[in-house]
């Protein structure tokens, strides 16, 4: 059994992490004693969050979709800390609806498809000989979208697909010393604290899920946690959907 304490001077890159469920995945992995880079886009709110998590975080502006972002990123990450042990590649645009079919055009599709499944290519690309260097993990973060849709919503849902099998295909190319796994969220209350409090969930949303609420951060994070571990040493290639049981039960009215 690996013990909190052995992830003490390991590093973790987790993009898209100045919200949500990347901050959520960022604050799981501090407390288990990892040191976390927090890459986003978002300059202004990423330099804040990591600030308030403390000593052990520190902050990377990158746009996952812009190779050289993400090499000078990957290449900053290194210049701080020498090493690189995992990275979760959270970032997406992270709405899954799309303009209706029939409006769609390639330029909306092609930015979904270079930040959702472009950006975990791009990353583990430029860190895969650091994180072979060190028997490193990768997480993706997919979604329950890769398998059941809503009208309007094709670009999500092709990305998400897609990174679902970029991770089998990283799996392979970076075995054995790199283990590559996809995590995939139903509902996910990813809101920020205030938000949440003020406009609550109705007892409806919650009930309809068989694990009887929706999901939080905490719960794909605490998966993220265990998959990066070297408790996790003999899975790789998998996908894990963490979505209350929504998927399992039949939905004909
Ligand atoms: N919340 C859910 O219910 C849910 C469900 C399934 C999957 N997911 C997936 O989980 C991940 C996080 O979702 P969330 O709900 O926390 O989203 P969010 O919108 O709250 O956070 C996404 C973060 O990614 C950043 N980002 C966006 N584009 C970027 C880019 N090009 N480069 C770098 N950073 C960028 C944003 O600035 C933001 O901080 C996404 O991959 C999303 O697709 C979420």
Known sequence: ME?????NGRVALVTGAARG???????????????????????QRGL????????????????????DQVAAGVAHVLGLFGRLDALVCNAAVADPHNTVL???????????????????????KHCAPYLRAHCGSIVNISSARAH??????????????GVLALTHALAISLGPEVRVNAV???WIDARDPYVR???????????QHPAGRVGTVEDVASLVAWLLSRNAGFVTGQEFVVDGGMSRKMVYS
């Open 48 to 67: 804040l969050v990591a600030e308030v998590l403390g000593e052990n975080a520190s902050f990377v502006v990158m746009d996952v979709a812009s190779e």
């Open 197 to 207: 409090r003020t406009e609550p969930l109705s007892d409806a949303d919650h009930a």
């Open 21 to 43: 469920i990347g901050l959520g995945i960022a604050a799981w992995l501090l407390t288990e004693g990892w040191q976390v880079v927090l890459a986003d886009i978002d300059r």
């Open 3 to 7: 013990a909190a304490s052995v992830h």
């Open 148 to 161: 059941q849709s809503e009208a309007d919503t094709e670009a999500y849902a092709a990305s998400k697909g």
């Open 184 to 186: 995939s969220p139903g």
């Open 102 to 124: 029939e409006s769609l055009d390639l330029t909306e599709w092609n930015r979904v498809l270079a930040v959702n499944l472009g950006g975990p290519m791009l990353l583990a």
